[in-house]
T-cell receptor, first 114, second 116 residues
Framework: DTGVSQDPRHKITKRGQNVTFRCDPI?????LYWYRQTLGQGPEFLTY????????KSRLLSDRFSAERPKGSFSTLEIQRTEQGDSAMYLC????????????FGQGTRLTVV | AQSVAQPEDQVNVAEGNPLTVKCTYS??????LFWYVQYPNRGLQFLLK??????LVKGSYGFEAEFNKSQTSFHLKKPSALVSDSALYFC??????????????FGAGTRLAVHP
């Protein structure tokens, strides 16, 4: 087990383009989270999956954002019609559903919108 | 509203000296508290957590944290700093409304610089 894996590590895109990021959680973890981190700030929660069900979405997740976890394993985060304000590090994390376990984070995808 | 505050943007310490990175929190019930560390261009690495029990929690890489309910603090400590400890440190509290999953509220982070 190599931990949480995210792809790509870096993405530069032009404003208005669509981008998609992938996250592969730790294999036995059924809980998966997406966070966004902007420069000089701590990560902010975006959304949470329990298996394939998306159980919570933050108000930060506008209509241009969509996340899926179709088979309860990997997840994708898509941003449509990117804006410069979307530039950030997008972090994926996973955890088991045992009581009080911590989340393990991937290395993140750094998005730059030009 | 729930929140986490890290009052210092940066902490400077000489190698071999003890270090403290401060964190205070605001929740209405019992807090679930975490410390994570982030190295440049990397994700967050878990250091330690407080759920219940002993107020002094030991974690990875020789770090420990002291939970103080009366002062609503969860300061990170290490007896002897290493240059390799230089990184960005985040304190977090689990959202009370999350129903037990890791919806975390993070502080803004404290940059630790350990000088040789």
């Amino acid at each position: 087990d190599t931990g949480v894996s995210q792809d790509p590590r870096h993405k530069i895109t032009k404003r208005g383009q669509n981008v998609t990021f992938r996250c592969d959680p730790i294999s036995e973890h059924n809980r998966l989270y997406w966070y966004r981190q902007t420069l000089g700030q701590g990560p902010e929660f975006l959304t949470y999956f329990q298996n394939e069900a998306q159980l919570e979405k933050s108000r930060l997740l506008s209509d241009r954002f969509s996340a899926e976890r179709p088979k309860g394993s990997f997840s994708t985060l898509e941003i449509q019609r990117t804006e410069q304000g979307d530039s950030a590090m997008y972090l994926c994390a996973s955890s088991s559903d045992r009581m009080n376990t911590e989340a393990f984070f991937g290395q993140g995808t750094r998005l730059t919108v030009v | 509203a729930q929140s986490v505050a890290q009052p210092e943007d940066q902490v400077n310490v000489a190698e071999g000296n003890p270090l403290t990175v401060k964190c205070t929190y605001s929740v209405s019930g019992n807090p679930y508290l975490f410390w994570y560390v982030q190295y440049p261009n990397r994700g967050l690495q878990f250091l330690l957590k407080y759920i219940t029990g002993d107020n002094l929690v030991k974690g990875s890489y020789g770090f420990e944290a002291e939970f103080n309910k009366s002062q609503t603090s969860f300061h990170l400590k290490k007896p002897s700093a290493l240059v390799s400890d230089s990184a960005l440190y985040f304190c977090a509290v689990r959202d009370e409304a999350s129903g037990g999953y890791n919806k975390l509220i993070f502080g803004a982070g404290t940059r630790l610089a350990v000088h040789p």
